[in-house]
């Protein structure tokens, strides 16, 4: 093969490819922008805002993401991760001892028994029962809008990373495709500069042969 033709066809195939991955990079990069911008404005709807610095309590200062984001309004995907674990996530654990939903409502079960045992019974303990399933009650409600709104917000987050990687993987494909464009573009240029008898990996008496025809 003449190493003319070998340059042209490995210059145009690696400036296609050049051209495909800046392509990729375009529908990345787009992509990455529509999680952003998503993000941003379904969490902007919510109107949720940081504590200021002043008013946090004392175990809200240990987390370094709440001090940093202090009076902040919450928009981005790292501010939604930061108040769904260290800001709800916090204040659920001093509900009911730190209890989930599905453990309250354990708890709850076994406290509707009771009473109803208890209100056969005529048990004069009726009405501590009464006042505990009360109070799991409200504390089974408390964390089911904590749990529901920390999930919305570590969801919002998860979305937000996925734009992240795009946005790195569009970075990726805009570098490989510059580095195959000028790769391309070298051996186009060097195709223009090779004698048409060059040739490529061809045994030396064919080539004394293709000099002399």
């Known amino acids: 093969m003449k190493r003319k033709t070998l340059d042209v066809i490995v210059g145009v195939g690696l400036v296609v490819l050049a051209g495909l991955l800046l392509v990729a990079g375009i529908v990345l990069t787009s992509n990455a922008?529509?999680?952003?911008?998503?993000?941003?404005?379904?969490?902007?709807?919510?109107?949720?805002?940081?504590?200021?610095?002043?008013?946090?309590?004392?175990?809200?200062?240990?987390?370094?993401?709440?001090?940093?984001?202090?009076?902040?309004?919450?928009?981005?995907g790292k501010q939604a991760e930061c108040y769904a674990n260290e800001f709800i996530g916090l204040h659920l654990k001093s509900i009911a001892d730190g209890k989930t939903y599905a453990q309250l409502g354990d708890v709850q079960t076994d406290l509707k028994a009771k009473v109803a045992a208890a209100q056969k019974a005529n048990d004069p303990a009726l009405a501590d029962l009464q006042k505990q399933l009360?109070?799991?009650?409200?504390?089974?409600?408390?964390?089911f809008k904590g749990e529901t709104?920390?999930?919305?917000?570590?969801?919002?987050?998860?979305?937000?990373?996925?734009?992240?990687?795009?946005?790195?993987?569009a970075l990726v494909a805009y570098l490989a495709a510059g580095l195959l464009f000028l790769l391309g573009a070298a051996g186009l240029v060097h195709?223009?500069?090779?004698?048409?008898?060059?040739?490529?990996?061809?045994?030396?008496?064919k080539v004394r042969e293709t000099v002399t025809t």
């Open 33 to 76: 922008n529509f999680a952003n911008d998503y993000v941003k404005t379904q969490l902007s709807q919510q109107q949720i805002s940081f504590k200021t610095a002043d008013t946090l309590t004392a175990e809200e200062k240990q987390s370094a993401c709440l001090v940093q984001y202090a009076g902040q309004p919450l928009t981005t």
């Open 149 to 169: 709104l920390r999930g919305l917000l570590l969801t919002s987050y998860g979305f937000s990373e996925f734009g992240v990687k795009a946005g790195q993987a």
């Open 134 to 143: 009360t109070d799991t009650n409200t504390a089974r409600e408390t964390v």
């Open 191 to 205: 195709a223009v500069r090779t004698p048409a008898s060059a040739g490529f990996a061809m045994p030396e008496a």
